[in-house]
């Protein structure tokens, strides 16, 4: 089985920042993403950030230029820095791994944390 266990989640004043992450355990073979996504009281879940096995990113617009995904692949964790942060990115934010392959298994899985808080207010 595969856990994902957030982190960094918190309460901060507008413009300040937050670094969540997000730590990958269990018998994973493989991963071909790992993203951040968050859901707003009333809203649906919007991916934020993605990051995929190659390198490359995936940004919500809404972030772009204000938050960074990283990884340390060897440790199986992610991070999202998120910087000038500002009210409406009050969310639970919640870390995925995509397309992971698990020892013992023949299909890839996705799999979800459970959530970690960001309020962003003054």
């Known amino acids: 089985q595969v856990q994902l266990v957030e982190s960094g989640g918190g309460l901060v004043q507008p413009g300040g920042s937050l670094r969540l992450s997000c730590a990958a355990s269990?018998?994973?073979?493989?991963?071909?993403?790992m993203g951040w996504y968050r859901q707003a009281p009333g809203k649906q879940c919007e991916l934020v950030a993605r990051?995929?096995?190659?390198?490359?990113?995936n940004y919500a617009d809404s972030v772009k230029g204000r938050f960074t995904i990283s990884r340390e692949s060897a440790k199986k964790m992610v991070y999202l820095q998120m910087n000038s942060l500002k009210p409406e990115d009050t969310a639970v934010y919640y870390c995925?791994?995509?397309?992971?392959?698990?020892?013992?298994?023949?299909?890839?899985?996705?799999?979800w944390g459970q959530g970690t808080q960001v309020t962003v207010s003054s």
């Open positions: 269990g018998s994973i073979l493989s991963m071909y993403a």
């Open positions: 995925n791994a995509e397309r992971v392959f698990v020892a013992g298994t023949r299909l890839p899985s996705d799999y």
């Open positions: 990051i995929i096995s190659g390198g490359s990113t």
